[in-house]
């Protein structure tokens, strides 16, 4: 079974440029989120969806940073325009979704690597 | 709100030895889950072990096992006879029943096996 991918693994951008990460779950999974992950700290959730709608986006700095799921799959996190203190990785994961019973288990990506200079 | 602490920022223990990480918790929830993840250098999270509250008995999987202590909140990790592949970063990590089914992470752990 293909796990979550990611693409770019790395990215290197100057500030006040823009940047995209791209994530493709795990087939038939409905639930998706993006955690950003500082050097030196636990990940933070910046968005989570069930199938396209969006369930929590609390934490996401929404002057900078936007994201969506058209068509319930893939998804896309942009980032403009970036900050030094934007530089972490970013981590997408999924699971089999809300509907399906609590604890499921979440599924990580490699990451992507942003760093903003 | 929830929260997560890992209180011991490092680790280190020689080949074949047990060691046990920590992590308290804070909730005013009475059934949520409670989750062990390893971080490689590759930063992937892989999960380790998992732990339904309303469950007494501890999780255990192969080497690794859990102390779950509702009461005192805590829930920490044992590795046994550990090996050189379990060098990484150890997250612990919360998740509610209830609403948004989202993980909540400590700070982290990191451990070295050294040979």
């Known amino acids: 079974e293909a796990g979550v991918a990611q693409s770019p693994r790395y990215k290197i951008i100057e500030k006040r440029q823009s940047v995209a990460f791209w994530c493709n779950p795990i087939?038939?999974?409905?639930?998706l989120y993006w955690y950003q992950q500082i050097l030196g700290q636990g990940p933070k959730l910046l968005i989570q969806f069930q199938n396209n709608g969006v369930v929590d986006d609390s934490q996401l700095p929404k002057d900078r940073f936007s994201a969506e799921r058209l068509k319930g799959v893939d998804s896309t996190l942009k980032i403009q325009p970036a900050k030094l203190e934007d530089s972490a990785v970013y981590l997408c994961a999924s699971s089999l979704g809300l509907l399906r019973g609590p604890g499921n288990t979440i599924y990580f990506g490699e990451g992507s690597w942003l760093t903003v200079v | 709100a929830q929260t997560v602490t890992q209180s011991q920022p490092e680790m280190s223990v020689q080949e074949a030895e047990t060691v046990t990480l920590s992590c308290t918790y804070d909730t005013s929830e009475n059934n949520y889950y409670l989750f062990w993840y390893k971080q490689p250098p590759s930063r992937q999270m892989i999960l380790v072990i998992r732990q339904e509250a309303y469950k007494q008995q501890n999780a255990t999987e192969n080497r690794f096992s859990v102390n779950f202590q509702k009461a005192a909140k805590s829930f920490s990790l044992k590795i046994s006879d550990s090996q050189l592949g379990d060098t990484a970063m150890y997250f612990c990590?919360?998740?509610?029943?209830?609403?948004?089914?989202?993980?909540?992470f400590g700070q982290g752990t990191r451990l070295t096996i050294n040979p």
């Open positions: 990590a919360f998740m509610n029943v209830q609403g948004a089914q989202k993980l909540v």
């Open positions: 087939s038939g999974h409905a639930t």
